[in-house]
């Protein structure tokens, strides 16, 4: 009996002693309990034979089981349990990485954006103006309702390719002293307007260098009731200023210089009260809106005349210069300011 108990604490000692070679933990062979060395390693303390863990909590790798007599089923089941909560932390893992996946979903979003973008900069690409354009005339005598001389006088209308505002022809028109008479030289469109209407002209207006500036009214382009017919609203030049005669008003808009082009926009709404505003090169240089304009005589339509009318030919001796030229070049009507300015077409 006493042979086989010190056989027993021999081969207990000899297990205590390979245990804590390989492991790392300290043993007492008095009472087999377990002590917990550095690096967060567990411990659980037992009898000879008692399952003991070792791993940190951290680092999630499966526990190790050691016993005596070798590994424990019971511990490899219990590494199977171990190994559960790594793969649920994976699981966790991916779920966060499938985050940054919704995270393309608004990538989609924002090619969405990008479309939106180019959708809202398309108006820019074609850079016309705004606006309706009723008619529109860049130099030439075709396309009016008439494009001649006023009868019994030595005028002329024609198309020339200098000076020109943009493109390649401009409209010369010339009157030369005969007897005393109203002149006119003129383009003329018909129906242009009717009351309640609004309505912008614009042309570009050019006085050759030998222009004589006299202090009388060289009328360059009106606007007129059509049935029964009559003088209205006349635009002139007198002098180096430009004036305007609305509703019986004279307006100065200002001084054109000879030698080069004057771009001229006239605003018009018909009726009572009535809108009337002038540019000159694009400054405004009036802006009247309490302003009777119904279409004098009943007439339901106004017509447009450009050109030149010398009108103190009529009574007056002509003056120095016997022979009177003005040329005009991009003529509109339009709904709007910017697409009735030459500048902008």
Known sequence: MFNTLTRLLRDSTVALVVLSATTGISCSAADNSVSEPEGGSRTVAGSAGQVTTAGTSSGGSAPTYAGMGGTSPAGGATAGLGGSPNAAGGSAGIGQGGSP??????????????????????PAVGGAPAGIVYFSNDGLKAGWSSATPQSNTIGKVAEVTDPVYKTSTAILTEQTYVKPQGAHSEVMLASVQRNGEDRYYGQAIYLPLDWNTIDENATFQQFSPETPAGPWNLNWIQ?????????????????????EWTRVVVHFKLGNPGIFEYWVNGDRKWSVTDKDLTIPNGSPTIRWSVGIYVTWWRDQAPGPQTTRQIYHDQLRIASTYEAADPANW
Not at 101 to 122: D, K, M, V
Request: aromatic share 4%; charged share 10%.
């Open 101 to 122: 996946g919704a995270g393309g979903t608004l990538a989609s979003g924002g090619a969405a954006g990008s479309g939106l973008g180019g959708a809202a900069g398309t």
């Open 239 to 259: 002098n180096d200023h430009i004036f305007i005669r609305v509703a019986g008003t004279h307006y100065d808009c200002g001084p054109i210089k000879k030698g």
